[in-house]
C-alpha cells in the first residue's frame, strides 16, 4: 500500500483555516491534516483529488482561494500529482 506525505507550515495550516470548509480541498485539509508531517494512505488521497477535482468544476483553478504561485499550492498540486 502507497503511503504519501504532506508537511504543512503553521502559515499553510492559517491559510487552510482561513479558506475554511467554503471548498472541498480546505474542508477535507481541515479534517485530515495538522502542521508538521502528515501522512495518507492512496484511498484517503483519491477522497482529497476528488474534492479537488469537484472544485474545478467549470474552469475554477485547482485550489480555490490559494495563489497558485504559493508555497501551499506547489505543495498540493503536487501530492494530487504523485498519487498512482
Do not use: C
Not at 23 to 33: C, E, P, T
Not at 44 to 62: C, P, Q, T
Request: glycine share 10%; charged share 25%.
Amino acid at each position: 500500500m502507497n503511503r504519501y506525505k504532506l508537511e504543512l507550515t503553521a502559515d499553510d495550516i492559517q491559510a487552510i483555516r482561513f479558506v475554511g470548509a467554503r471548498y472541498g480541498w480546505s474542508f477535507w485539509l481541515l479534517n485530515a491534516a495538522g502542521e508538521g508531517s502528515n501522512e495518507f494512505a492512496e484511498h484517503e488521497l483519491w477522497e482529497f483529488k476528488e474534492a479537488v477535482d469537484s472544485d474545478s468544476e467549470g474552469g475554477h483553478s485547482r485550489f480555490p482561494l490559494l495563489s497558485p504561485k504559493s508555497g501551499l499550492y506547489g505543495k498540493l498540486d503536487a501530492l494530487v500529482e504523485s498519487i498512482v
